[in-house]
């Protein structure tokens, strides 16, 4: 089993997107029982809250469901646990390195070995929740292509 957890700031935009929008991936390709996914914060500022509205909109608009998805904090002992801890952007990974440790192998960007490596924009700021969609199902796509390849 494949044991993902996908990281943001807060855990209500963009980590929580890849989460369920991964977790669609895998049930559609009948991978499902093969992987683990979840998602977490690096901040403790939105610790319980559900996915922000517009990114929950976004994802049903592709008949993708994150109910009952509150945030929660990265943990130490989520570096030992999880294969792959995937960040949005460069603060993410400063973060996820300072709550884990170093983890060699194990911290990534998610659009890392994508067509256009780099980060996925913040939507909390920038607003636009339909280039983070496209960013993060890009992303997921080519993970799932790059984990299931032989």
Aim: hydrophobic letters at 35%; a negative charge; glycine letters at 8%.
């Amino acid at each position: 089993m494949t044991k993902i957890l996908f990281v943001c700031h807060g855990n209500i935009c963009r980590s929580p997107m890849a989460e369920f929008v991964m977790k669609d991936m895998v049930k559609k390709a009948g991978l499902a029982e093969q992987f683990q996914i979840d998602s977490a914060a690096t901040s403790t500022e939105e610790i319980g809250n559900p996915v922000y509205p517009p990114a929950r909109r976004k994802l049903a608009e592709h008949g993708i469901s994150c109910e009952g998805k509150t945030a929660r904090q990265l943990k130490r002992q989520d570096a030992e646990y999880y294969d792959m801890l995937i960040g949005m952007d460069q603060a993410n990974l400063r973060n996820m390195r300072r709550i884990c440790g170093e983890t060699p192998g194990k911290l990534r960007l998610l659009l890392d070995g994508t067509d256009r490596p780099g980060e996925v924009a913040d939507p909390w700021y920038t607003g636009d929740f339909e280039a983070t969609w496209r960013d993060v199902e890009e992303g997921c796509r080519k993970l799932l292509e790059t984990l299931t390849e032989s």
